[in-house]
């Protein structure tokens, strides 16, 4: 179980080194793949217990703020492109913005489950 430190600074990193990088790629190529990432490791490797949780917290603010600011430049056609995930199979931009609020909930849980 992460500290909601922890949760922070993967949120943030996930959202810079694979949410942000995919939507650039199924709105720049033609259906294309993506590998399944394990990011339960970085914690450890990346030492997230050893920062900040102000920091951590606006790290992972201003990396989403950069994303919503990517996709409300998006068109009608952009939310329609495919790629293929190596686990999830085929899914459209829609899909994949759907995926990043499910992960979201999923660590919020996490969050609250600790200090609940």
């Known amino acids: 179980t992460w500290s909601p430190l ?3 600074c993967h949120l943030g990193d996930v959202e810079a080194e694979i ?3 995919r939507i650039w790629k199924i709105i720049s190529e ?3 793949f993506f590998s399944d990432i394990d990011a ?3 914690s450890e490797e990346r030492g997230y217990q050893k920062r900040e949780l102000e ?3 606006e790290d992972f603010i201003g990396k989403r703020m950069e994303t919503l ?3 409300e430049t998006l068109g009608e056609e952009d939310w329609q492109r495919r790629a293929v995930h190596e686990r999830k199979g085929s899914l459209d931009l829609t899909g994949l913005i759907c995926s990043i609020a499910e992960h979201d909930i999923q660590h919020i849980r996490q969050i609250y489950e600790q200090l609940h």
């Open 19 to 21: 949410y942000q990088p």
């Open 69 to 71: 600011r990517m996709i």
């Open 6 to 8: 922890e949760v922070l």
């Open 30 to 32: 033609e259906n294309p």
């Open 55 to 57: 920091q951590g917290f």
């Open 40 to 42: 339960s490791a970085w």
